[in-house]
């Protein structure tokens, strides 16, 4: 069989932890899947990594992978005489690897129960959602090329589609199991389940944080030095937002419970980050006004670069 470098292939160190190979799979995934990316060889990438990352997020199949040792990728080897037996276990050992695949050594690789039954193949999809979607939640319909074992025990690809249900206040980073939605297991054994890595689309307005929300609000130099009343967009409809007077730029004014719903109830919150905006050119009117106030101040902002207190 010829030697696939899965380490090469996810880009990371042979000693990378768990998170730090789950992180590179997420990212690779996410930029080859074949229903977003339109890069060639997408879908040819797409599996090699889907492939890597089947084998290194176990334990067990990682370490019998370690244990042949590292070679170029593409070279024709064999396992040694004894890998089968010290880490295949009773589904090894008569293996001939001659007509072996390497990716079909480790899907066959720690099946157990009934003779000949291999468990499905469990995949993961990254999904993207809006902010809108995630407030209220969603129903996905997924058209996926899931991995399958055919009569013989060999892996193939199958065209399907999956609906998923996403709850309201899914976040960034959340990861969904649907069970048995995965590959189809083959002669008896289990199906695997599906993963849907959760990402929020970037939106015109928002940015999330967990549940919590971030809006940044333009207000006018006298709004922020006298004080306002306005009236703030929600996920859930406007609401009217007390701006204190001294507002100063970066400020951030708390809206409870405007945030993303929480699975057991209650909402984060919405935060409006105050930014003070001037004007990019001023009428006469306006340059005397500002000239006027600039004249009757004695407000110094930078007084502590002085050593002075503000």
């Keep these: 069989m010829k030697y696939t470098d899965y380490y090469a292939a996810l880009g990371v160190e042979r000693g990378a932890s768990a998170d730090e190979i789950k992180k590179a799979y997420r990212r690779l995934a996410q930029k080859y899947h074949p229903d977003v990316s339109k890069e060639p060889g997408a879908e040819a990438r797409f599996k090699e990594v889907a492939e890597a990352y089947q084998t290194l997020k176990d334990a067990e199949k990682r370490a019998a992978y370690d244990a042949l040792g590292s070679r170029p990728q593409g070279e024709e080897f064999r396992p040694p005489p004894d890998w089968a037996s010290r880490h295949g276990g009773s589904g090894f050992e008569q293996t001939s690897f001659d007509d072996v695949d390497f990716a079909d050594l480790f899907s066959?690789?720690?099946?157990?129960?009934?003779?000949?039954?291999?468990?499905?193949?469990?995949?993961?999809v990254p999904v993207e959602i809006s902010i809108e979607d995630a407030f209220r939640g969603t129903m996905l319909s997924l058209s996926l090329s899931m991995p399958e074992y055919d009569g013989n025990g060999q892996m193939r690809r199958v065209p399907q589609t999956v609906k998923a249900r996403i709850g309201a206040g899914a976040v960034d980073g959340q990861r969904l199991r649907l069970p048995g939605k995965g590959g189809k297991g083959f002669q008896g054994g289990r199906d695997g389940d599906l993963y849907l890595d959760i990402s929020l689309k970037p939106h015109a307005l928002y940015r999330a944080t967990g549940h919590d929300l971030y809006l940044d609000l333009p207000l006018t130099p006298s709004e922020a030095a006298l004080g306002a009343s306005l009236e703030i967009p929600t996920l859930a409809g406007p609401v009217n937002l007390k701006i204190p007077a001294g507002t100063s730029s970066g400020r951030k004014l708390r809206l409870?419970?405007?945030?993303?719903?929480?699975?057991?109830?209650?909402?984060?919150?919405?935060?409006?980050?105050?930014?003070?905006?001037?004007?990019?050119?001023?009428?006469d009117r306006e340059r005397e006004s500002y000239q006027r106030l600039a004249e009757g101040s004695d407000f110094e902002p930078r007084r502590h670069f002085r050593g002075e207190a503000a």
């Design 108 to 124: 066959r690789f720690g099946a157990r129960g009934a003779r000949g039954a291999m468990p499905g193949q469990d995949f993961e």
């Design 256 to 283: 409870s419970g405007r945030g993303l719903p929480m699975p057991r109830g209650g909402a984060g919150d919405l935060f409006a980050v105050a930014q003070i905006v001037v004007p990019a050119t001023l009428s």
